[in-house]
């Protein structure tokens, strides 16, 4: 468990903080080490070494961000949908699209509602990606916590979810 001493301005003194400034502070590393590890693509890397050729990290994340922004809106989701969705400029969304299309996972299709739109959806490939990535994901989360009991998996979905849609 992390300990952090709090120095306080008001009193200019130095006091131990309360159980939720440690409960922060650990969220807080731990966030740290998730974002390092995403940084690296450790789980997308150790996907392509063991999919091989069959497998493209960028196609992945594409996917993805369209699975969930399907999910989210009753309009197709648009390139800059996926940038904002990703947190990328719109140059580089274009580009992961088209990267994911011409791999076979994305086609373009005309808005119903404004046929000067283009928006995206899945293709069989796609769906395939999805479940694929999302089987792979699952057992590495699987292994991670192995000796978890089945009340802690949970409790940690539970709180991960809370976590994620308040942000």
Known sequence: MYMIL??????KSIMKPSKRQNAILQIDRAM??????????????????????????????????LDDLSAMTEEKPSIRMVGEYLGVDPSRASRLVADA???????????QNDG?????????????????????????????MAGWSDGDCNEFARLLMKFTESS
């Not at 709090?6 to 009193?11: E, K, L, P, Q, R």
Request: aromatic residues 6%; glycine residues 8%.
């Open 6 to 11: 709090a120095y306080n301005y008001n009193m």
């Open 32 to 65: 740290v080490r998730i974002r390092r590890s995403q940084t690296k693509r450790t789980i997308g890397q150790q996907m392509e070494r063991e999919l091989g050729n069959r497998f493209k990290i960028a196609h992945s994340v594409v996917v993805d961000a």
């Open 116 to 144: 000067r739109s283009t928006g995206l959806e899945l293709t069989g490939s796609g769906r395939k990606l999805l479940q694929t990535a999302s089987r792979f994901r699952q057992r590495i989360f699987s292994k991670a």
């Open 101 to 111: 299309v011409q791999g076979g996972h994305v086609r373009r299709v005309a808005c």
